[in-house]
Every structure is written in C-alpha cells, then in structure tokens.
C-alpha cells in the first residue's frame, strides 16, 4: 500500500495540489521520508507473508525458520538504511523476541521443528537438541499402545507402528 503511494506520488501531489481544500493533504519532503523508511523496513516482510498465506498448509513449524530468516537476514538494519528505517526493523525484532522468548512456547516450537521433516534440528539451539529429542522419545513412549483389532497377520509379515500415529 505505502509502496503504491509513493509510485504515485506525483499525482497525488498534482490532484491534491490543484484543489484548495485539499492543499494541506499534499505530502512534504518529510512525510515522503518516513513513508520510504516505513515501507523499506516492512516491504520483505509483507513479501514473505504473502507467499506464506499463499501455501495451502501452514504449520506451527513454520514459525522457527521464519523467527530464524526475520533475525538473521530480513530484519538485520543495513548500510544504506535511514534511522528511522533501523529503528522499525529493531522494534519489530524486540517484539518478535518478547512474543516468543516465553520457555514454554520455546519448547512447543522446539517440538513441532524436531517432528516436520523438512527442519528437524536446523533451527533448535544446539544445547537444547538432545534434551528435546529425549522429551519427543519420552512423550512417544507414555503414548497408549495401540489396539489392532484388524484381521489376523499372515506369519512372517510384521507390521511396523508408530505410537499414537
């Protein structure tokens, strides 16, 4: 949306411009700065949402790689960015951080990471990888066996389960 704006910035400027009652409305050289700053710092952002509320099946799994991608890439103030830009960008990741600082959605995260292929333990911290692998296994474990009230098994054919699944 901010992005439109500011493409059309001119005529906005000329139609805003040529009404007396809406001359106040034109924009000045520093809304158009804050409006850059604000659009450079969530432009990716609202790229990468886009294409996450695109997929048909988004999973709680998602949200350690994307933390990961936001902290180290997406988020990370640049050279080039003005002030006002850094300081978006570091706001958002304080209040990433505060979101998802709380242990126990941490170890929920942790969880549903080890169990979806395509992370397992890329995105875990390497001290928590063992205690979590433990945990899944132990928590798999305290599963209720399950019942097979199909017909009988042929002999020599096993068939392999897993708890719970």
Known sequence: MIERFLEQEK????????DKKSRHLVPIWQDLDV????NKAVKQLQEFT???SGESYVSVSY???VFHLFKTSL????????ELTKTIKGKIMRYLDDKYSDPVKDELLDMSSLVDPRFRTTYIDPDKVEPVKKRAVAEMMS???PT???TP???GTAVQTIPGW
Do not use: C, F, H, T
């Open 148 to 150: 097979n009230n199909s």
């Open 75 to 82: 988020l990370q103030p640049e050279e080039e960015d003005a």
């Open 153 to 155: 098994q042929q002999p």
């Open 143 to 145: 599963l209720p066996a």
């Open 35 to 38: 409006l850059e700053s604000i």
């Open 50 to 52: 886009d294409a996450l």
């Open 63 to 65: 949200i350690k790689p």
């Open 11 to 18: 005529a906005v400027v000329r139609v805003l411009g040529s």
